[in-house]
Nanobody
Framework: EVHLVESGGGLVQPGGSLTLSCVAS????????MDWVRQAPGAGLEWVSS????????SFADSVKGRFTISRDNDANTLYLYMNDLKTEDTAVYYC??????????RGQGTQVTVSS
């Protein structure tokens, strides 16, 4: 059974930084492309970033490009999202997920990121 546990969220002021982590188990993490997605209050899931199994290909939504970085440690079964220059519009619950064709049905419980002064 796929198990994904996110951590690292919190309250941060605009312009601040946070690092999210996601520990994976129950599947072969090292061979899986992984995504970060987010859900703002009252909105649907929004794709944020992806990384391939070898960390040779990463991609980002235009809204976070240049501010967020994604990485992974296959030995530790862990996915990371480094978020810099946070904006109020980044406020959301952040999930790590298997892509599943954009359905992200296999995702963790999420971690809340709140950007507010």
């Amino acid at each position: 059974e796929v198990h994904l546990v996110e951590s690292g969220g919190g309250l941060v002021q605009p312009g601040g930084s946070l690092t999210l982590s996601c520990v994976a188990s129950g599947f072969d993490f090292s061979t899986s492309t992984m995504d970060w997605v987010r859900q703002a209050p009252g909105a649907g899931l929004e794709w944020v970033s992806s990384i391939n199994r070898w960390s040779t290909l990463t991609s980002f939504a235009d809204s976070v490009k240049g501010r967020f970085t994604i990485s992974r440690d296959n030995d530790a079964n862990t996915l990371y999202l480094y978020m810099n220059d946070l904006k109020t519009e980044d406020t959301a619950v952040y999930y790590c997920a298997l892509p599943d064709g954009g359905r992200w049905s296999r995702r963790g419980q999420g971690t809340q990121v709140t950007v507010s002064s």
